[in-house]
């Protein structure tokens, strides 16, 4: 894309000023911008697919034809669409999406500046890496690619450039700008970066799900494991001619089970890929156990992340495939949220039938609940009438609509955003069912922030309130 149809410099775009541009894509431009309002450096992704539309004198945007007018407004709606639904996904290791509006005749996307470096600048001073730093980037951005395929999405386009490295060391995925849902029978546009993007993305109806995301992130990583990129795929299709992780990259340095999950995640069929983000998390945990300790911090050993964001491996009755599917399901009743729930679960070691049981109650409808629990062979008695909390039982009493007005749910959501995201409104609207008061709905609002120092400020809003 030509960069002459940029915004300028200085350019007042609803509350935000444009200060630079940072990238171009095959449909559209990210800027960096300032939010006038609280100061803050964003990213912002505009909706630009030049062979449908081209730039106005007046900087709106234009359709070249009345048949690209049609192609470029149903691009655009679901672009806004995929927004709304990307604002509310919130983990360390994915950018925020922040907003979403329309101007210029076009949509935009407005997402977290991450102040660091992308991948490939980041490991230059750092070759030759080892096995530590490599696991320590691989699995929390797994973590975030799975919440992000749990609501039903494919990032579609993970390559070092769109990795970055914050100061602290943790890695971010960014630029959500070709996510697309993941539906069955979804005809998807074409995006290709080359060698990280899998064949099936070279065709709109090659078959893309989330082992096209593993594909690439597997690209990454043998990109990191031996210093050079993977053969694009179209060349490795029929006859492949690149040397795999276990033959091309220093195994003093890294273990036969990393190096063989990169090469199960390249594998040029689709079908024989890993097909969830568990699958290639448990290869990779195949590595020793003295390794994946320090990759995730264990006390002593000189972690490559602040013991705030370490993994918190699942509980050894439940394998990872199986999370995965119970995140999935769960999600399907109560949308992204069902990730943070089943993992603060999973951080009290419960069994497969004490988690399952724990969540279902989430589940308002007695037969969705029902065929949820048996999905994942759980008795039927256990939680077809799920027993209320004391503070539960105080909220049937009293409906939360008159424990709360509009207004103190509002500004508690507004107040929360801050930390989650869009996804504030679901867990406001949970709180608010079992708090009594409004300093105890705050309390609730608190125990959803991961952040220490963010809750700790959270809870003293909490104080101020009782004051009051």
């Not at 996510?179 to 993305?201: C, D, H, K, M």
């Not at 709109?204 to 993977?230: E, F, N």
């Not at 077809?384 to 709360?404: G, N």
Request: charged fraction near 25%.
């Amino acid at each position: 894309m030509s960069t002459d149809v940029a915004l300028p410099p200085g350019y007042a775009l609803s509350d935000y000023r444009i200060e630079s541009l940072l990238g171009a894509g095959g449909f559209g431009l990210t800027y960096l911008a300032t939010d006038t309002n609280l100061n803050l450096k964003v990213a912002i992704k505009e909706y630009l697919p030049t062979d449908w539309v081209e730039r106005a004198p007046d900087l709106s945007v234009k359709s070249k034809s009345q048949e690209g007018l049609e192609t470029f407004n149903w691009g655009r709606t679901r672009f806004l669409e995929e927004s709304r639904t990307l604002a509310s996904f919130h983990h360390p290791n994915i950018v925020r999406v922040m907003r979403y509006f329309l101007a210029n005749e076009t949509a935009y996307m407005v997402m977290e500046f991450v102040a660091g470096l992308p991948l490939h600048e980041w490991i230059r001073s750092r070759r030759p890496l080892d096995e530590r730093t490599v696991l320590g980037i691989a699995l929390p951005l797994l973590d975030g690619l799975e919440v992000v395929h749990a609501g039903g999405f494919l990032h579609r386009d993970i390559k070092p450039g769109n990795i970055f490295i914050r100061g602290n060391g943790s890695p971010v995925l960014i630029d959500f700008g070709s996510a697309r849902t993941a539906a069955a029978n979804t005809e998807l546009t074409t995006i290709v970066s080359p060698g990280f993007a899998p064949v099936e993305q070279y065709d709109s109806r090659g078959g893309q799900g989330p082992w096209s995301d593993i594909y690439a992130l597997g690209g990454v990583l043998y990109w990191m494991v031996t210093g050079q990129p993977p053969i694009e795929a179209p060349a490795r299709a029929f006859s492949d001619p690149m040397a795999p992780a276990v033959k091309s990259a220093d195994s003093s340095r890294f273990g036969q089970p990393l190096l063989k999950a990169i090469d199960w995640a390249l594998t040029p069929s689709k079908d024989a890929r890993p097909k969830s983000v568990a699958e290639l998390r448990g290869a990779l945990r195949g590595a020793p156990l003295s390794t994946l300790a320090t990759a995730v911090g264990a006390p002593g050993s000189n972690p490559t992340f602040p013991p705030t964001e370490r993994i918190v491996p699942p509980a050894p009755q439940v394998d990872g495939d199986t999370l995965a599917k119970l995140v999935a399901e769960l999600a399907e009743h109560i949308g992204p949220i069902a990730d943070k729930l089943v993992k603060s679960q999973l951080r009290k070691g419960l069994s497969l039938a004490q988690i399952v049981d724990k969540v279902s109650s989430e589940i308002s409808d007695p037969k969705l609940r029902t065929a949820f629990v048996y999905k994942f062979g759980v008795q039927k008695s256990s939680v077809a009438t799920p027993p209320a909390p004391a503070s539960r039982v105080v909220s049937e009493a009293v409906p939360s609509q008159q424990r709360f007005t509009p207004a103190q749910l509002e500004k508690a959501e507004t107040d929360l955003a801050q930390h989650l995201g869009a996804v504030a409104r679901i867990v406001v609207k949970r709180a608010a069912a079992k708090a009594r008061d409004l300093p105890e709905l705050y309390l609730l609002l608190a125990d959803e922030i991961e952040d220490p120092h963010e809750k700790k400020r959270f809870i003293r809003k909490a104080i101020s309130v009782a004051r009051r």
